[in-house]
């Protein structure tokens, strides 16, 4: 029986030839779209040809696979941009390398008062922990100042660390460390709250070079399929400048393509006074396509550094007991507080939770909010969610508590293998990632890429969620925790549906289902029938907001 179109208006945009891929439980797979006024019209199969008018573009798939446009839960466009276009060292982890770019991008802007950039690997030190003395051999006469790609630490130079006045007598601040020798001097290596020592000195850059850092992640975010995302940071942070005036800007320019969700940053430095201001904050941001809705609370930082909140001791090198759980950057029983009075006016809390002591703070912290506030439509959301103890992975769904999945980390590679596995030991290393025990539980995910961090592919994260193997890992490499697998097409609902739900967007968009947005995109093939080892091989052709072309190359 053919079913009734939703319209008979010709459309503007038809796509056909199948396969489509829609993320809707009523019709997984269809074979034809429609599209007009930048809404989808029409799901089916050769009726919806009957739509094809004088002026309809058609596109035909021939095999390639069409998607809901995918979305990201976590990620930082404009300081993506920003690294992108200063001393980038995000695509190798060889130290000779580093220093070479290093040296030759401070001889190439001499002019510049502070070389910045970043996005190196703690894998490519011992320990993590890069020295001041290498970066003095190649940048002696300016400061340096190097984040991470984790952006949970800083590598300096002498220069620097003489501009912040920082020597054996700085005291380590209450939620960071200085890396020091055994004579107790700064050895070049700031982590977590020590990074704001020399990061608060930094040169901002100007309202213009913002802007176009923000245009240039948002191509390269649509190059990668994605048509919406929550920026994880709208505020000042460390280094990173607000990104909140270049969406404005982008905004009455008409150059936002993107849906996004900007979550406003928690000064942990400061108590609920601060709400306020972010309610005032919310009302003057949220406009069009951006919407302030959230809130950012980071509750610790990362197990490379032992800085995530654990809920016993680290290990040390030789495998025995530590003083070191990590850091809970927030009182926990000031964390219910906040979080109940956030709740109470609206706001979703976005928690940076990796440690299974954060996590559970988190919880905690959600639980409180539901009991003194009743059930809101909040959608708070925990992100990273590296260790989780067994007892919370049922909390997440009994408090309707989200899952925000970094799935590209769920692998074997040298961060994992040489500054994490060793120092969580065996039981609490078995515990890492828990992807099919939170799905089993009936968590809600949503997937997001936090780059820089890593990559801001979904495929390559993907990838990682189906085979539990880093796709550029070397041959026989195990699978980690595979138990934790995911199947295809729950990795791509994370993406796109669950997603879209964290973001608030899921009436308009995250399926691709008649009278929801035309956000599509179309992949070279259709992983589905390919093997899983070659999932990270897929590319996007195509990428549409609204049903207008935002990424486009032959294929």
Known sequence: ??????????????????????????????????????????????????????????????????????????????????????????????????????????????????????????????????????????????????????????????????????????????????????????????????????????????????????????????????????????????????????????????????????????????????????????????????????????????????????????????????????????DPAELRKYVTELDAVGFQVHFHALGDRAVREALDAVEAARAANGWRDTRHHLAHLQVVHPDDVPRFRALGAGANLQMLWAAHEPQMDELTLPFLGAERGARQYPFADLLRAGATSAAGSDWPVSSPDPLQAIHVAVNRIAPDAPEGTPAFLPEQRLDLGTAITAHTAGSAYTNHLDTTTGSITAGRSADLIVLDRDPFTGPPEEIATTRVLQTFVEGRRVYGVGG
């Open 1 to 330: 029986m053919r079913h009734p179109l939703p319209t008979t208006a010709p459309a503007d945009l038809v796509f056909t030839g199948g396969p489509v891929h829609t993320v809707d439980p009523a019709r997984s797979r269809a074979t034809a779209v429609a599209v007009h006024g930048g809404r989808i019209t029409a799901v089916g199969h050769d009726e919806v040809r009957e739509l094809i008018g004088a002026r309809t573009e058609v596109v035909d798939l021939a095999g390639k696979l069409l998607l809901p446009g995918f979305q990201d839960a976590h990620v930082h466009p404009q300081g993506a941009g920003l690294e992108l276009g200063l001393c980038h060292l995000g695509d190798t982890v060889d130290p000779a390398e580093y220093l070479r770019r290093i040296g030759a991008y401070a001889h190439e802007h001499p002019d510049r008062e502070w070389i910045t950039g970043g996005g190196w690997s703690l894998e490519a030190f011992p320990g993590g922990t890069p020295t001041a003395a290498a970066l003095d051999a190649v940048v002696p006469d300016r400061p340096v100042f190097l984040p991470n790609r984790d952006h949970h630490g800083a590598w300096v130079n002498s220069r620097a660390l003489e501009r912040a006045g920082i020597d054996a007598r700085t005291p380590d601040p209450a939620d960071g460390r200085i890396e020091r020798d055994a004579a107790g001097n700064p050895t070049g290596m700031l982590q977590e709250g020590a990074v704001h020592l020399v990061g608060r000195l930094l040169p901002q850059p100007t309202p213009e070079e913002q802007l176009a850092a923000l245009l240039r992640a948002q191509a390269v975010l649509h190059a990668h399929g994605v048509t919406a995302w929550q920026d994880a940071i709208v505020g000042t942070y460390a280094n990173m400048p607000d990104p909140a005036p270049a969406y404005r800007e982008a905004l009455d320019r008409g150059l936002l393509t993107a849906r996004v969700v900007g979550a406003l940053w928690w000064d942990r430095t400061r108590g609920a006074e601060q709400i306020p201001e972010l309610v005032a904050r919310r009302e003057e941001l949220t406009r069009d396509r951006f919407r302030a809705g959230t809130v950012k609370i980071m509750q610790d930082g990362i197990a490379e550094n032992r800085t995530a909140a654990m809920l016993s001791p680290y290990l040390t090198g030789c495998g025995c007991a530590s003083d070191n759980s990590g850091i809970s950057f927030v």
